[in-house]
């Protein structure tokens, strides 16, 4: 998790009587609640409210929503055009599920309004790659802006609304679910915990909430809570936005994909010098814009591979892929394990030349097989497999 923050009112120790300020209507007090991780054993947040976070009035289910893996006769490759999936939904209820194991869900989401309900993953963190448009993850930590190429990581029981800016572009969105923790490649921490100054970005480049937004509202309000397959409504005797201040180390934060400092070398580097986040079961990297390798005889592209215990997704995001040919801007290719992959014809040689790349992808390395959903088939480009012929 990131680095120590602390933000609004705080009493000089924990678990200590915080007296009310003037102005607020509750109790006298403010209402400790203390976030934890793993047990009591991890990183932990405090959080100091108006008024207790426990007040519920009201629970209904709203239904089971399982997700459906679609028949896969046959192992293959797979690309799905998801650039022009049409808007749907919200930020939540337009999320379209494409690919999945037990230890992560991979959506893409182009949201037709705004969000319409207070949400929490009570089971898992989320990671939203912000392909366009711009706005604030609103939750009781604050206000946290957001741009097109953030990952907005979001700890798992975080209650949340996304608010788009009114001039802002279509809200664009990869959503991966990490049913695990999501943290950062261990290695890039030094024992003391902080960055390693080889590590291809720092604490600068993390952006917490900066701004407490207080809402003081004894009403009832209603939250729309996903417990894996289970979605529910929760309706308190008050808005949970009601944080005067909080200090610790679990909190939503941004970090965007632009401020990926490249690793190169004189010849190819393998995908982990990209790798941005560590989860349980799967990795995620980044494919920067970099200076290419610079060996006289270097190949530029990756060579043909084998990831044998590993199924590869890329999120073609921005610029000219130079490995590929036929993806679009918004395409989703799955190179699974069992079959090699590399480099289209043509690409090899035609990247010698180069020495730079204005690619920026991201690329999601899972270690257990994944299924494809049933949502994904409408996406489907069936001569993917066939595409590597000349
Ligand atoms: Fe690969």
Known sequence: MPYYVQLGSLPPKRHT???????????????EEVIT???FSRAYSIVYH????TRVKHIEPIGMRPLQAAPQDVLRHIHLKTGKIEAAGDPITGRVPLLFNADVTMSRCRPAQPQQELYRNARSDELLFVHSGQGKLVTHFGELPFRPMDYIVIPKCTTYIIESDAESAQLDLLVVESHGDLGFPPRYLNPDGQFRLGAPFCERDLHAPSTLRTIDRNEDTAIVIKDGDRWMRYVLANHPFDAVGWDGMVYPFTFNADDFEPITGTIHQPPPIHQTFQASGFV???????????????IKVPYAHSNVESDEVLYYVRGQFGSRRGVELGSITLH???IPHGPHPGTILASMPMQRTDELAVMVDTFRPLHIATAALSLDDPNYPFSWLD
Do not use: K, S
């Open 284 to 298: 995620v990297c980044t494919f920067a814009p970099r200076m290419l390798d610079t060996h006289p005889m270097a």
């Open 17 to 31: 009587r915080h007296e009310t300020t003037p102005g607020y209507r509750n109790e006298g007090i403010f209402y």
């Open 37 to 39: 991780t793993q047990g």
């Open 336 to 338: 699974p394990h069992g």
């Open 50 to 53: 108006l008024r207790p976070p």
